[in-house]
């Protein structure tokens, strides 16, 4: 049973930066894809970015350059780290892994999630 344990969550200004990390139980985390979604107040839950065992990475358009999503598989951790934070990047964020057909990405485990709020 795989188990996703995010953390790194948290309250920041508007423009400041967070990392969340997900730590995996798992054997196989070398060869898992992992990835983030999130889910704010009152909305449906979006993909946020993706990242293969090789370290490939996939990222929702709108996201493409202030967020970065990275593995250690030593640690069986991966990260994601937020810069220049806006206010509508407030969400629940949530830790993943599952299939990566090449061009969709399946996730079918889900960590618990960590709030990240950004104030204005």
């Known amino acids: 049973q795989v188990q996703l344990v995010e953390s790194g969550g948290g309250l920041v200004q508007a423009g400041g930066s967070l990392r969340l990390s997900c730590a995996a139980s798992?054997?196989?985390?070398?060869?898992?894809?992992m990835g983030w979604y999130r889910q704010a107040p009152g909305k449906q839950r979006e993909f946020v970015a993706h990242?293969?065992?090789?370290?490939?990475?996939v990222y929702a358009d709108s996201l493409k350059g202030r967020f970065t999503i990275s593995r250690d598989n030593a640690q069986n951790t991966v990260y994601l780290q937020m810069n220049s934070l806006k206010p509508e990047d407030t969400a629940v964020y949530y830790c993943?892994?599952?299939?990566?057909?090449?061009?969709?990405?399946?996730?079918?485990?889900w960590g618990q999630g960590t709030q990240v709020t950004v104030s204005s």
């Open positions: 993943t892994t599952g299939y990566y057909t090449g061009t969709y990405y399946y996730p079918d485990k």
């Open positions: 798992t054997r196989r985390f070398s060869v898992d894809v």
């Open positions: 990242i293969t065992s090789g370290g490939s990475t």
